[in-house]
């Protein structure tokens, strides 16, 4: 039954997709400029189709079960809470596409929607913490502002052909599995619909209605309940491949005293594309990455999560010094 879901996300998704590289043609369009990895104009938007087959699949197969029938397929976490949570910041992310919102009027939506969260899976799974009011206030804390930097994160790396949307898949891929969480499979079948017009070279691209909301199922899921909180824990590292990246990126230009509120083209990923990879290469370069640490944490659990973060590491190392060969790509001025 969980199959034939699946088969209807990513065909709905696909179609969705297709339809809105129509609407969107015109008045959605992404005009390539100075920090443009793209040369050609393409509309942008396109994540509101896996969004919607997402969506309406979780929901008839929530309420189909509800009504005493689908009776073999149980989702977990629940899809009502996980639309709830994602709904929000899908619509938002739209009228960002559309009119580019203020950021404190979409941080605000962000953490709405992670309180949501909050309320419905819980937090972070912390061990070591004491019991009491104040502990429950700083985990809570660490949730809230984890969730939303999440939700950026993956908003910050959303800037090659399939970059985002390939990674996402598989590493919801492999928290459907490790965790035992299979909604997320729904998910990863509507990205597979969506890849289709969003692989190298791009139709549409998902912009922010995308983005954000898949940067939040990572955060949902690693929020929900699994047999064992710890397997939580250690799976926070499959999100490296793009949280690594941003991070770092993120430290650099402080360091470098840049505006971080800024637009720029510094990360590792446009700067591998800078300097002669193609989106493919780039894209399936990270998919390698993200395939090495969920290897990693299946065979070693916590031990395999510290050991993603020593290969991340390594790796950011090793793309350093094959990228000193090139110039520093120009930045707008910091002032």
Known sequence: MLLI????????????????????????????????????PTP???????????????????????????ESLSLSPAPIYSVLVLMPLAIVGLLDDRFNILARIRYAVQLGAAMIALLSFGVLPLPGLPDGFWATVLVS???????TALINFYNFMDGLDGLVASVTAGQLG??????????????????????WWNWSPAKIFMGDVGSTVLGACMAIALLASSADPARNLAA?????????DAIYTLLLRLWRRENIFQAHRTHLYQRLQ?????????????????????????????????????LSSLLIVVGEAYLSRWPSPVTPSSH
């Open 141 to 147: 804390g660490i949730t809230l502002i984890g969730f």
């Open 174 to 195: 492999f928290l459907a599995f490790y965790l035992q969480q299979p909604l997320w499979w729904l998910m990863v079948a509507a990205l597979l619909g969506f890849l």
């Open 236 to 244: 926070l590292a499959i999100t490296l491949p793009l949280t690594a």
């Open 5 to 40: 879901f699946c088969t209807a996300a990513a065909a709905l998704s696909g179609g969705l997709t297709f339809w809105l590289i129509q609407l969107f043609g015109q008045a959605l369009l992404d005009i390539p400029n100075d920090r443009s990895s793209h040369t050609q």
């Open 44 to 70: 942008r938007g396109g994540g509101l189709g896996f969004c919607i087959a997402f969506g309406v699949t979780s929901l008839l197969a929530w309420g189909g079960k509800g009504v005493g029938m689908l």
């Open 274 to 310: 800078q300097s002669g990879w193609s989106h493919r290469q780039v894209a399936i370069t990270y998919l390698l990455w993200t395939g090495a640490i969920a290897f990693l944490i299946q065979g070693w659990q916590g031990w395999g999560s510290l050991l993603s973060l020593g």
